[in-house]
């Protein structure tokens, strides 16, 4: 199950032309939301992916069941901005529900592999991963607080 | 017809200056006739973010790559790629990359197996020439298809295959370039880089551990030659007749070393294992150095 935001974006990278499946990655890479302000300054407060060949954080925030994300990563890096951003446009608002019941099987069915390499893609995985986690964690802590 | 050499000074003393070009000559020639310049990175994106002016790309994984079997492209694959970037078989193409020029390294390393004469690289690469601030584009230019013949890839002076690494043992300079971590077996894979799979961890006997970094200046360039010998013939020992094997994990950073010992030092024997660390690491009963365990036989096979 895919989040419909997600589910969509899968679709057209899916039934898009080779080329222009790197053109749609570079969107969204330049489409990657700059941090807010209270992350800008706190950095501490975002966790750091290790499986990323690059820099990247990455920020969870739970409101009424509705999880927020909030990615970090430098702009020589664009492919990684890219999943970035992919997960922003496909994540951003889930619910908590939506967001632990997401495969990370789509970023496979894209057909990023054949540009990026298989082993590049693990970094995608490695992201939703780390939401999870953080989404798991925040949820218990409400839970029992 | 083969571009004008570089009469750079630091380029001068190195054993083939004619296998690099500064920032300099090439914004100077960038737009010469008989020149291709060809960006190979890291990140399979960056081409697009912008390039320098009359670049093409050329993608280690998608262009160099067979995409079914572990191996580079065939003769026929090869002639098509250059065929396809406005590249002739005399044309002199000038690589350059991110990453301290890693993936650069790698297509120069490719293109030498396919016995392209004029192919060097940017000192520097992409680091130098955007830290310098000169020209980037996004405008990906659309060569001209050339009749680039089909030549047989060489597969015995410059590649080592795992067979040959086994025999190598105990004969002639062995060289790791990967990080302390990864030699010493802590690691099987780049800090900060996702795990590619090897199953065991430390390093073919013999082998002696030079980071490639060690032969790169902060700002992406070659160190100069005399700390170049300092490090591999004083401090390693290598003698100029020497046959030496360098290695990594995919074959890309023994890459850059190669380029090295072969172009800068001008040692005539030296083979990039490309199979590297992801085969070894997995490969069934090949002896494995590593701190804290027995030391194998010199070049047993089991």
Known sequence: MLPAALEEIVEDFRLSPKQMRLEMLLDYSRGLPPLPDRYADAPEALERVDECQ?????GVEIHDDRVHLFFDAPPEAPTTRGYAGILAAGLDGAS???ILETSPDFALSMGLGELVSPLRLRGMSAILARIKRQVVTQTRATADG | MPAPLDNDQKLARYAHPERLVTTAWLAEHARDPGIVIAESDEDVLLYETGHIPGAVKIDWHADLNDQLTRD????EGFARLMSSKGIARDTTVVLYGDNFNWWAAYALWVC???????????????????????PMTTEVPTP??????VVPRDDTTIRAFKDDVLAHIGTGPLVDVRSPGEYSGELTHMADYPQEGALRAGHIPTAHSVPWRRAANDDGTFRPLDELQAIYLEELGIRPGDDVVAYCRIGERSSHTW???THLLGLPNVRNYD???VEWGNAVRVPIERPGYPTPAS???A
């Open chain 2, 275 to 277: 199979g590297s660390w």
């Open chain 2, 144 to 149: 001209t298809p050339t009749e680039y013949p």
């Open chain 2, 299 to 301: 070049g047993a096979a």
């Open chain 2, 72 to 75: 580079y492209v065939d003769a």
């Open chain 1, 54 to 58: 690059t820099p990247f954080f990455v």
């Open chain 1, 96 to 98: 908590v529900s939506e």
């Open chain 2, 259 to 261: 380029f090295v010992l």
């Open chain 2, 112 to 134: 030498s197996l396919f016995g392209h004469a004029d192919v060097r690289l940017l000192d520097g690469g992409r680091q130098r020439w955007t830290a310098e601030g000169r």
